[in-house]
């Protein structure tokens, strides 16, 4: 039996004769971080699911709201590396994990869809959505590079993304040449079924940096002992953003053009450079590329402007002092950075009380969950839409 709220007792006794359009404008206004009301109506009765399955509706829903909701987050749990889906709405829609997904780690989550690998040498991609419950099966692009990092994202250039789970997708694989020194990019397409060609070889290190010998690209391991680990990306524009953790010789960007298929490198703040989870890329608000780094309690902000002179460069725009809003609890556990909302002031950290989400433009958190060992962290963005029955 479907329990209704009164407001949504309201609605379901709407009249059938009113036109699809209108009803649409009243269920506009059932707010998106609240999927439970969408998924009880949709349940009442067939007539109902069309209406909530429409296109149509998902498309105007979406420009009615503006930005997706966060209904939850996924991560792998540095304990024994399984992967987890945390709703963060209250009451939420029944989500499926795959039983034939059980084995994989999750290594990117961007447009309602999540990115999983078999965390093994022979490397085997799966792109699943939540939602609908689909998945797709991806082979490795290279296995002559060492993985760095990968990525997902929608294909379809000015989509709202709105209602494009089931539409065109791409998968970015970011590899090394460990003897060489340099990194390589492919890109998958959903529509031609097939790999790219790889872009023009990147060095990674210049005459100027520490000279770093292949054998440390063998595996990953700590920052601190020169070993080198790629956190997931965000996505500015048309570029994904990779942040390449390479211990004492500090650290970079990686920046993949995914319309030009071009990888090239991004210099970091001098003071955010250095150190191991305490900095993370952003998306910013405005659509630029961000840098968040914690420096004990103390968060600097930069953000990357283009100046008349046509050249890119870093400013520091804010300074924020985390105490106040932000319980800690064990001071001796360090506070870490682990993630961040793409075109939001929302970052995520990590303290002895568990997680937190925290509103930059607001100044406070919000606590989503116990525990620590949880990196990477990978916020789930997406309207929830009931699937049509037919």
Known sequence: MVTLSPDLQIIETLSPDLPDELVHEILFRLPPDEPACLFRLSVLSNPWRRLLSDPDFHHNYRKFNRSPPMLGFIYNSEVNSVTHFVPTTGPCPPCTFDPQLADFIVCDCRHGRV??????????????????????????????????????????????????????????????????????????????????????????????????????????????????????????????????????????????????????????????????????????EDGRLGVAHLDRLILHLWSREVGPDGVAAWAKYRVIGLMPFLPIGDPAIKVELIGSVEGTNIIFATTALGVYAIDLKLLRSRKLCEGQAIRPFFPFMSFYYPVSAE
Not at 216 to 224: H, R, Y
């Open 115 to 284: 990115l999983l690998d078999n965390g093994k040498v022979s490397m085997e991609l799966a792109v699943w959505d939540p939602m609908t419950c689909r998945r797709k099966d991806l082979s490795d692009p290279c296995r002559s590079l060492f993985y760095l990092g990968t990525a997902v994202l929608c294909a379809v250039y000015g989509c709202d993304h709105a209602t494009c789970h089931d539409g065109p997708f791409h998968v970015v694989f970011v590899g090394i040449d460990a003897e060489a020194g340099s990194a390589a990019a492919y890109k998958y397409s959903s529509e031609t079924g097939e790999w790219s060609t790889p872009t023009s070889e990147l060095a990674l290190f210049d005459e100027h940096d520490i000279v770093v010998e292949p054998d440390l690209f063998n595996e990953l391991g700590p920052v601190d002992d020169g070993y080198v680990a790629v956190l997931h990306s965000v996505l500015v524009e048309d570029s994904l953003h990779f942040l390449l953790m390479s211990g004492p010789q500090g650290s970079r960007i990686l920046k993949y053009d995914v319309g030009r298929h071009f990888l090239s490198m991004i210099v970091l703040p001098a003071a955010a450079a250095v150190h191991y989870r305490s900095t993370i890329l952003m998306a910013t």
